[in-house]
């Protein structure tokens, strides 16, 4: 029995044509995993089978859409829970943890308007499910000690878990999954592998991931090479999907034309944290951490998923509530002495998996760069012939000038990455803090990445925080870290 049949199929986005004439036939019984380069279209073939995503030419045959289903790209609730989607764009809100839905309000349908006072006004649909039946679904899937949790609170590794859940709970013929692996720490994805392997016995797995990380219930691979080339595997599936890419270069006259134009250099510390703490919900998630980056030193901050690293951060860019209540020095002046948050925020670059996932897609490149002389998440002001100029150098030095009038939302995850750095660029910060960036991206794109920030780091004399669960991600100028383990310091 056939699932999915493609015959001939083209996919495009915008103008850009993705896929061409591709035929694949998925047959009951079959796991498939789908790799390739980034911009090689993985995403985009999985939103077709998804049905977010109409062919241009050929057909599709598959099973009805109830029976199909795909969990969010960004694995985070704020789609599934439609108008109260603000709760999740403020990670770091304390008070957002007090009134955020829970895991169990989620799963049974029960989440309260946004910005609900009397809890007793609301009237609430019946339990989505029979509550035996979903603690036992909550006991497989591991996740019968987040139920009361509000979501907000959750890992990276705990909410997969929870969102394949919630899939499941929906008792599909198919579950489509994007990169899963993504952004997980080493035993978060050994624990996840090992429920999709015991899930694959129930429902069809189609998932996008990387060579390294097929999970060994999958029976057949499609590697997309380009637009109209691609490769079936069975096992044993490659281990690689490309070459190492050749050396990296890049443009001395560029570089020293925009060194040129560094300011805020006038410091010895960047960041001096002392006993720095942030609790939610009488739980530390930051406990007493003392930390020092100097002037011209490169670190990587590293812990597994839940362990603070991206809270800690938030506190040094000005994102975080609980700033104030804590004692810490930035660029040499106390924080809370007078300084405002743009004032903070013009003396760091900074990309994260949040801000790329928040960012408005439908920007046109130079545009979403250019955003980052004014730290704001769109262009709202008309620039100077300078700025232009200013713009037009950084995107020439990462090698993404041709790309300067395409959106956002048009680029592979390779491409968006190097537009992020380059926004977090612009205006020349000294620091740079760079949280998981090479999420997403595939080897060859992972080597490319740390070698041009390695050498952007050196030859612009930039202080770096680099956040990272892999080893092999982390650039050559790195020589400092520090490791944290559920708030806690590791290497004092």
Known sequence: MTTFHLKNLTLQKGNRTILSELNWQINAGEH??????????????????????????????????????????????????????????????SIGAEVAPTVWEILQNQVKPLGTVDSKSVALPPLEYDEDFLQKQAVRFRIEHLLHRPVVTLSNGETRRTLIAYAFLKQPKVLLLDNPFVGLDIESRASLHELLNEISQYIQLIIVSSATDIPTCVTSVIELIDEKTHRFHTHPFPEKISEVPAELTLNQELIAKVKAKATFTDFETAVAFRNATVHYGGVNVVDNVNWTVKRGERWALMGSNGSGKSTLLSLIVGDNPQAYQNDFDLFDRKRGTGES????????????????????????????????????????????????????????????????????????????????????????????????????????????????????????DKTLIYVTHYEEEIPACVTKRLVLDKGKQQNK
């Not at 390739?36 to 009805?64: C, E, M, V, W, Y």
């Not at 020439?396 to 959106?407: D, F, G, Q, T, V």
């Not at 660029?425 to 490319?448: A, M, R, S, T, Y």
């Open 32 to 93: 498939w995993a789908i790799i390739g380069g980034n911009g090689s279209g993985k995403s985009t073939l999985l939103d077709a089978l998804g049905g977010k995503l109409f062919p241009r030419r050929g057909k599709i045959q598959k099973p009805h859409y109830e029976n199909v289903v795909m969990i969010p790209r960004d694995y985070s609730f704020h789609r599934i829970v439609g108008s109260a989607y603000q709760y999740y764009q403020q990670r770091f809100q």
């Open 341 to 460: 948050i743009w004032d903070i925020k013009k003396r760091i670059g900074y990309v994260s998996p949040e801000f790329h996932i928040y960012f408005n897609r439908y920007t046109v490149v130079w545009k979403a760069v250019a955003s980052g002389l004014f730290d704001t998440a769109g262009l709202f002001k008309t620039l100077t012939e300078a700025e232009h100029e200013l713009v037009n150098d950084y995107l020439k030095l990462l090698n993404i000038e041709h790309l300067k009038n395409r959106l956002v939302n048009e680029l592979s995850s390779g491409e968006q990455r190097l537009i992020f750095l380059a926004r977090a660029l612009v205006k020349n910060p000294p620091l740079l803090i760079l949280d998981e960036p090479c999420q997403g991206l595939d080897f060859n794109h992972i080597v490319q990445f740390r070698e041009l920030v390695n050498k952007l780091v050196v030859e612009l």
